[in-house]
């Protein structure tokens, strides 16, 4: 009778196959991305660490650990409670159980991995994915990819220089169906698109208003502030509160945003725009979120078209009969697509021209989420990537410029609501007020620098 395990593992890889002096806490250099490059292509599998497990992490750690072809062999955590939930699932995929170093900084002092997979708060993404890169590994960052515009500068010089492979979590890059709706939409199915819609709608509780009160003895808080200057310790932060604090987060805009505007961006084939505006604020609750609940970003791309994305945290009616999803409009009609590999098309009567389901076959005997298999064709991209030189479906130039329309919202936000930007590099143009927030302040010792 087959190991389940193996049957798991078959059918993720076979999901896979059907698609397509630098200085930071002290890190020194170790093996050049080429070297691990040649590790890699002597080794059947491709050694990973995971670092941040308690939610999303946990999820990328079960699907990782599940690939025929990776071994994760590190699960790095400040929250002692979350890496050994990690390491139990791991093993129970891998039959092989897993090392713990909570330190990032020690971890990228060893040689016996390939790969780092970064699914942290904001605010260490992209100092962990530069301290990978000039450790020589390569690195799956997930969105978004950093916490400010300076910092996604910075990812992409890393990567140009250290040579590594970075391929962004923005996973729908890889879904089939989703892949296929760009393609018509670039085939000209709905005729020139000009603008498109992107939106998000949950009904997010309130945080209320902490307290500050002492240190858990399961998290390592000064690990886990990294790179920001240090602050108290609150009870209403870790973990999930942190994005609606400007300090380690980036609200709704980028913490749900990025997906639909980076599809949005692939669709009208545009990079940087000329004009961004923001409207919303914090109107739900009067607790300690200081991101806006309710926030509406238009992005200008002079005559090339628009993108909006409506975000809505605490009111969670949907919009166009879905939750969260992107709508092309173009001289022949409109082409949707939901949160899932789906989507419609409809001519400029509003009838339905196509629809494509989700399509993805499930193994009954051993069940996985359709978004699990889905997100495995995005890690053998990955895999493909650092093994075969292969293109990325998300490289990190592609995730910076995504990352950054939302940034730029949320700038225009928080600095009277409009901006006027270089459509050449995306630089904010005649406001110093706005150019203030292009990066941050760092907790000495951890400022990132290439």
């Keep these: 009778m087959k190991n389940p395990l193996d049957s798991r593992r078959d059918f993720l890889k076979k999901a896979a196959i059907s698609s397509a002096a630098f200085s930071l806490g002290g890190v020194l250099p170790a093996l050049s991305a080429k070297s691990y490059r040649n590790i890699v292509g002597a080794n059947e599998r491709i050694r990973v660490a995971m670092m941040g497990v308690n939610a999303r992490g946990l999820a990328l750690a079960t699907n990782f650990s599940a690939q025929s072809n990776c071994e994760v062999v590190y699960v790095c955590d400040v929250d002692s409670r979350a890496a050994a939930r990690c390491v139990e699932q791991v093993e129970r995929n891998q039959n092989r159980r897993p090392n713990t170093e909570p330190d990032i900084r020690k971890l990228l002092e060893r040689s016996d991995f390939d790969a780092l997979v970064v699914a942290t708060p904001d605010h260490w993404h992209a100092p962990a994915a530069i301290l990978a890169s000039k450790a020589g590994k390569h690195v799956y960052l997930e969105k978004p990819a950093s916490h400010n515009p300076h910092e996604g500068e910075l990812v992409v010089a890393a990567q140009k220089k250290y040579g590594n492979v970075i391929q962004m979590g923005n996973q729908r890059r890889s879904w089939p169906n989703v892949v296929q ?3 018509e939409l670039h085939g000209g199915i709905i005729g020139k698109p000009y603008f498109a819609k992107t939106w998000y709608t949950n009904n997010r509780a309130s ?3 902490g307290k500050q009160t002492a240190i858990p003895e399961w998290l390592d808080y000064e690990l886990w502030q990294g ?7 609150q009870d209403n932060l870790i973990h999930y509160n ?3 604090f400007w300090h380690w987060g980036t609200g709704e805009a980028l913490n749900n945003g990025t997906h639909m505007v980076d599809i949005a961006r692939w669709g009208l084939q545009v990079a940087f725009p000329t004009k961004v505006t923001s409207s919303g604020g914090r109107y739900r609750y009067r607790d300690d979120w200081e991101t806006p609940d309710t926030q509406v970003i238009s992005l200008e791309f ?3 078209g628009t993108i909006t994305w409506e975000g809505r945290s605490c009111a969670p009616n949907p919009i166009e009969g879905s939750s969260v999803g992107v709508i092309f409009y173009g001289e022949k009609g409109a082409l949707q697509i939901d949160g899932g590999n789906s989507y419609k098309v409809y001519d400029l009567k509003n009838e339905l021209l196509k629809e494509k389901k989700n399509d993805v076959a499930i193994d009954a005997r051993n069940p996985t989420s359709p978004s699990q298999a889905l997100d495995a064709i995005h890690i053998q991209n990955f895999f493909s990537g650092i093994k075969n030189g292969s293109r990325l479906n998300a490289d990190i130039l592609s995730g910076h410029i995504s990352t950054l329309l939302v940034q730029l919202g949320n700038i225009a936000q928080r600095t009277g609501g409009t901006l006027e930007v270089d459509p050449s590099n995306g630089q904010i143009l005649n406001n110093r007020e706005a150019r203030k927030l292009w990066s941050r302040e760092y ?5 990132p620098t290439i």
């Design 227 to 233: 790179p920001a200057p240090r602050r108290p310790y």
């Design 181 to 183: 709706a760009i393609q």
């Design 443 to 447: 907790e000495k010792g951890w400022k």
């Design 207 to 209: 945080i209320g208003v």
């Design 242 to 244: 942190w994005h609606w």
């Design 302 to 304: 002079g005559d090339s």
